[in-house]
C-alpha cells in the first residue's frame, strides 16, 4: 500500500464523514484496485448523495470497469448536480463517441468548452473528432460479449434456436416476470423463470444503451 492511500485510510477511518473518500477512492482508482476503489466510492456516496463530484467518481470507476451504461448515468447524475461541470461533459461526450454518436459527442464537448475555454483537452478532442468522425466498431458498447443491437420493451419475445431446433418461446415483462410461454433447456427441464430474471437485467442495460445512443423509448 503506498504512502498516500494508507495516510487517506487512516483519515477515513478516523473521520468517515470526511470528503476524504473522494481522494482515496481516486488513488485506488488510478492504481487499478477498482473494486476497492467502488467501495470506497459507494461508502461516500451513500453520505453525501448530492455531491456531483463523487458521482463523477463513480463514473470513473464504472468507466474503468467497462460498465459503460452506468458510468454514463452516473455523470448525468453529476450533471444535474452541477451543471457546469466540465467532467462530466467531457465523460458523457466521450461514451457518446464510443457509441458512435458524434453529433451528441460535440455538442457535449462545445458546451465544456463554452465553461472552460482554458481546458486544452477540449479542443484537442474535438479535433480528434473531425480526423476521425467515427469510433472504431471494437468499441462500441456491449452487454456480455454481444453488441447491443435492440431495445427490450415492456413486453419482449424470447424464441431461442440452434442446432437442437426450437425450444420454446417466452413472453417476459420489464421486470423479469414470464407473463407466458416455456422455454425447455438442454436436459429438458423447464428454465422459462431464469432466462425471464436474465432477461430482465438484459433489458434494463439496453434500455440504459438507447438513451446513450439517441435511439428514444
Do not use: C
Not at 47 to 61: C, F, G, S, T, V
Not at 81 to 101: E, H, Q, V, W
Not at 187 to 211: H, I, M, P, Q
Request: glycine share 10%.
Amino acid at each position: 500500500m503506498s504512502d498516500d492511500i494508507r495516510t487517506l485510510t487512516s483519515r477515513l477511518a478516523e473521520e468517515p464523514a470526511s470528503l476524504a473518500f473522494l481522494e482515496l477512492g481516486e488513488a485506488l482508482r488510478r492504481r487499478g484496485q477498482l473494486d476497492s476503489a467502488y467501495k470506497v466510492a459507494r461508502g461516500g456516496l451513500g453520505r453525501y448523495p448530492n455531491l456531483a463530484e463523487a458521482h463523477d467518481l463513480m463514473a470513473r470507476i464504472f468507466g474503468d470497469q467497462g460498465d459503460l451504461a452506468a458510468a454514463f448515468d452516473a455523470w448525468v447524475e453529476a450533471l444535474r448536480l452541477d451543471p457546469m461541470r466540465t467532467s462530466a461533459l467531457k465523460g458523457i461526450a466521450f461514451l457518446y463517441y464510443r457509441a458512435g454518436n458524434v453529433a451528441e459527442a460535440r455538442e457535449h464537448l462545445q458546451r465544456a468548452v463554452e465553461i472552460d475555454p482554458d481546458d486544452p483537452s477540449i479542443p484537442q478532442a474535438l479535433a480528434r473528432m473531425q480526423t476521425s468522425p467515427r469510433a472504431p466498431e471494437s468499441a462500441q458498447p456491449h452487454v456480455g460479449s454481444q453488441p447491443l443491437t435492440a431495445v427490450t420493451s415492456q413486453s419482449s419475445p424470447a424464441e431461442p434456436s440452434g442446432g437442437d431446433g426450437d425450444r420454446g418461446q417466452l413472453l417476459v415483462d420489464g421486470n423479469g416476470l414470464r407473463l407466458s410461454g416455456s422455454l425447455v433447456g438442454p436436459n429438458n427441464e423447464d428454465v422459462g423463470d431464469r432466462v425471464a430474471a436474465e432477461l430482465a437485467g438484459v433489458s434494463r442495460e439496453a434500455a440504459r444503451t438507447a438513451k446513450l445512443l439517441g435511439l428514444g423509448a
